[in-house]
Structure formats: C-alpha cells, structure tokens
C-alpha cells in the first residue's frame, strides 16, 4: 500500500470550513483514498473514500487532484464535535487490507 | 444493527496471564480485522480475516499471540502469556468485500482495553 504524509496538527474555528490535506505520491491506479477519524477514547470511523472523482457525502468531501498524488477533506462547517484525529489512508483493497499512518489532529475552537 | 461488538471492554491482568478478547462482526461482514493501539506505534494492523481464514498476520507481534475465526459471527484474539508491553487498546473492525465492491469501509467494534500488571 502506498504511504501518506499528513500535517501533525491543524486548527479550524467553529463554524469554519476545515481543509485536511494528504499527499500519497506513490498511489498506483487500482489504489482508493480513504479518510477515516477517531475520536477520543472511540474506535475510528469511516468518513469518506474515492479513487479519482470528488466525491462528497454528508460528512464530508473528498477532492482529489487529477494526478491522484494528494487530497484533501473538507468539512464544510466544522462544529466542536469534529475534533478528532483524521486519518488519510491509501490502499489497494484487493484484499481489504488498510494501514493506518498517525493522521492529523484537528482542534475545533470555539 | 447493533455494530461491531467487543468483550471485555475492559480487561486488567497480571503479567503471565492468559487473556483472550472477543469480536462479534457486522452480520453479513465477510472481513474481519484485529487492530492494536498504542501512544507509542499508534493504529497497527495486527492480522485480518477473509471468509473466516487468516489472510496476513504479518502484524502479529510474536507467537504469544493467536487469532481465531472459528465462524462468520465470531472472533478471538488470545494473548498467552500477556506481558505489561501488551498493554493497548485493542479493535476489531469488519467490513464487506466483494467482487464488485473494489473499496473496503471498515466498521470499527469500541475497543477493548487492556492493561497487564
């Protein structure tokens, strides 16, 4: 599975739309972007994933650049309950496997 | 759907004690993950399950640890003898993969924690 680089950390006042990138440069074309967060204490949840189009659902959205090297997730409105550490993942499901990098925390401040 | 199910939530032993923790998939899942988590190393992938056989237990620290599917609604993860670097919070996730389903969201059980002494 390729590996994906994220900023440690992010700030985003409530309200405000949050912008998380990840870079994943060595993605190959049968790999999907997934975007995962967990809350304190909670087991992660699934957020959003795509392969090469946008794709938004009503978390999140997820747009990809056209060379697939990075992305970016977009929560429209961040409210306090967001704060989270999110996980950008690459991964080659053919056989479901995922790997997990140390994500990015983002704070939500009032 | 109740989600994701794990027993104990949590689970406090001795060093030298044997300690087996408990999954219950998603009905209908067919993959079946086993997740450490740690301040240290962070998420990792301990071993996974495809129609209840092993696919890649590459994660599996050593041999004090073993990993059960006996059937499609049930998981074990066993730890024998525990020692007080075991000490994590352990999560099974399950999801649905097919053949035309070429993505893999995995539901994620609360966790367990264990604390070994």
Redesign the interface.
Known sequence: DAKTTQPPSMDCAEGRAANLPCNHSTISGNEYVYWYRQIHSQGPQYIIHGLKNNETNEMASLIITEDRKSSTLILPHATLRDTAVYYCIVSNTNAGKSTFGDGTTLTVKP | DAG?IQSPRHEVTEMGQEVTLRCKPISGHN?L?W?RQTMMR????LI?F?NNVP??DSGMPEDRFSAKMPNASFSTLKIQPSEPRDSAVY?C?S?F?GARE??????????TRLTVL
């Open positions: 994701v993959s993950f997740y962070g998420l990792e992938l996974y495809n696919i890649d999560f996730a999801s993969w070429r993505y893999n969201e995995q539901f994620f059980g609360p966790g």
